[in-house]
């Protein structure tokens, strides 16, 4: 079984950054993609970013160009760099890990809010 433990989030004032982290332990198999879903209140979960063990990322049309997904393949951690932060990312972010088998798996989920 797998755990995610996510850190990083908080309040941080529109126009700010934040570093989302995740950390992933107890895997038997590689993991493929590590990504990040955001869902916030009323609204359903949504990915955020995704990255392949290759390093392919996909994102979201919203967060182009400021948020930057990345991982450590050796220590099975991703992070989210996210700046230029908005109201409207304002959510709860879960990390999310695929391993080979296709089984999925997901963080606590950590609280982002953005002020205006």
């Known amino acids: 079984q797998v755990q995610l433990v996510e850190s990083g989030g908080g309040l941080v004032q529109a126009g700010g950054s934040l570093r989302l982290s995740c950390a992933a332990s107890?895997?038997?198999?590689?993991?493929?993609?590590m990504g990040w879903y955001r869902q916030a209140p009323g609204k359903q979960r949504e990915l955020v970013a995704a990255?392949?063990?290759?390093?392919?990322?996909n994102y979201a049309d919203s967060v182009k160009g400021r948020f930057t997904i990345s991982r450590d393949n050796a220590k099975n951690t991703a992070s989210l760099q996210m700046s230029s932060l908005k109201p409207e990312d304002t959510a709860v972010y879960y990390c999310?890990?695929?391993?080979?088998?296709?089984?999925?798996?997901w963080g606590k989920g950590t609280l982002v809010t953005v002020s205006s």
């Open positions: 107890g895997s038997r198999f590689s993991i493929n993609v």
């Open positions: 990255i392949t063990s290759g390093g392919s990322t």
């Open positions: 999310n890990a695929q391993d080979g088998y296709g089984m999925n798996y």
